[in-house]
């Protein structure tokens, strides 16, 4: 059995683990070696970014070696769990051993803060892009990156992204299309894509040091090392 | 205070409520007379189509007339959930007072079994669009179709282009632009969109036929009136 565990914990942004949890989800009625689950400190329901509360399936301590393992991302919650040894340890244990370690849009922090992006390129959501050299990694702009056995993906929605391509790489192209029919992924934004060329990046550093300073205001060593620059 | 509520009930398809979820929960922060909350018929946890849990953030009773309403669907459970008389006297006594009743995918089926789709053009997943004529609703192959006070989109990830219409519609397009780059929706699918001239609609009958004989055994003239056709 190859377990792929999506990692929960207070706060996070709920669609940055539901639209990879979907995809891979649908994986095992093609390939039922694989078994996803959610795992956490326990399953009692956590806080999200919205008013649904969520339970992981699983604690760490009953899927201790998944074949994969990621991470979701969030604001002021997943700054401050920059500073949560005990979350970094359980994520930095699972990493060990596993053949593909991901994260989604600010995931891509707590891995590197767990030491996992030293000397790899990445990615993470565009307001913190700025933040990942100072893990040792590799800043890149693309909606996902493998590198190695690190599969990081862009902002909140690139994890759906990322999902298919990884069903790709694990199943290949024909189940990819299939899970994509299933849930429909034929994207047509409203108003069309995001025009980069028109976002003001580097003015949205104060808001992001803003989610620092309020989560990691009892780490102040990290906090110095990671905000305003 | 205008309330958005999201209806949850057990197996849903959790990206069908969490993509519109995570958009409209942005709406707030922007123009702050909306609430979103998620309404169900208790806290408790319950399944989803996932290993992820999830539980509301309030009971029907605490937002019986929320300005908005939407219905997640999914499989099995969403084909029971249309002979659940309760939850579809909730969402019936929700829709009266509302000014937009909406769906996610199959959760149109509940707003038809409630009786209020009747006369009214509506989507819903591509499996299952034969199905809407059932309700005296005239299926559209759209991504989204807005008809009076009634939105509802196609398939899972439909919800999330659903949502930023919404946005638009009651913030303009300047929020909504920005909301969709917060979750930084420009999608690139691996392998581009569905090709919908490949896919055999007609082929995926059967296994709607079983969902529905699955999840309405126990109503015998309702399963009669929408199976085999």
Same mark, same amino acid.
């Given at each position: %059995?190859?377990?792929?565990?999506?990692?929960?914990?207070?706060?996070?942004?709920?669609? #940055? %683990?539901?639209?990879?949890?979907?995809?891979?989800?649908?994986? /095992?009625?093609?390939?039922?070696?694989?078994?996803?689950?959610?795992? @956490?400190?326990?399953?009692?329901?956590?806080? $999200?970014? $919205?008013?649904?509360?969520?339970?992981?399936? +699983? $604690?760490?301590?009953?899927? /201790?070696?998944?074949?994969?393992?990621?991470? /979701? *991302?969030?604001?002021?919650?997943?700054?401050?769990?920059?500073?949560?040894?005990? &979350?970094?340890? +359980?994520?930095?244990?699972?990493?060990?051993?596993? =053949?593909?370690? *991901?994260?989604?849009? $600010?995931?891509s922090l707590?891995l590197g803060?767990? @030491?996992?992006l030293?000397?790899h390129r990445a990615t993470t +959501?565009?307001?913190c892009r700025h933040l990942l050299p100072k893990f040792g990694a590799a800043p890149v702009?693309?909606?996902?990156?493998?590198?190695?056995?690190? &599969?990081t993906?862009?902002?909140?929605?690139?994890?759906?992204? %990322?999902? &298919?391509?990884?069903?790709? =790489?694990?199943?290949?192209?024909?189940?990819?299309?299939?899970?994509?029919?299933? !849930?429909?992924?034929?994207?047509?934004?409203?108003?069309?894509?995001? =025009?980069?060329?028109?976002?003001? !990046?580097?003015?949205?550093?104060?808001?992001? #040091?803003?989610?620092?300073?309020?989560? &990691?205001?009892?780490?102040?060593?990290?906090?110095?090392?990671? !905000?305003?620059?």
């Amino acid at each position: %059995m190859k377990d792929i565990a999506f990692v929960l914990y207070p706060g996070l942004t709920i669609l #940055d %683990m539901v639209g990879p949890l979907q995809v891979l989800s649908a994986l /095992p009625a093609f390939v039922p070696e694989y078994r996803v689950v959610v795992v @956490g400190a326990d399953k009692q329901p956590v806080a $999200t970014d $919205t008013p649904l509360s969520v339970a992981a399936s +699983h $604690t760490f301590d009953e899927v /201790p070696t998944p074949y994969a393992v990621f991470v /979701p *991302g969030g604001g002021v919650p997943t700054m401050r769990a920059l500073g949560d040894e005990k &979350l970094l340890g +359980h994520v930095r244990s699972m990493a060990e051993q596993a =053949e593909i370690v *991901g994260s989604v849009c $600010t995931g891509s922090l707590i891995l590197g803060a767990a @030491g996992l992006l030293e000397g790899h390129r990445a990615t993470t +959501h565009w307001m913190c892009r700025h933040l990942l050299p100072k893990f040792g990694a590799a800043p890149v702009a693309q909606r996902w990156v493998r590198d190695g056995k690190m &599969l990081t993906a862009a902002g909140v929605a690139a994890g759906i992204d %990322m999902a &298919l391509y990884l069903v790709q =790489e694990l199943a290949g192209e024909d189940v990819a299309r299939q899970v994509q029919l299933v !849930i429909e992924y034929d994207p047509q934004p409203p108003l069309g894509g995001i =025009e980069w060329d028109e976002v003001d !990046i580097v003015g949205r550093k104060p808001m992001v #040091d803003e989610w620092l300073a309020a989560g &990691l205001a009892d780490h102040p060593k990290l906090l110095g090392e990671l !905000i305003g620059s």
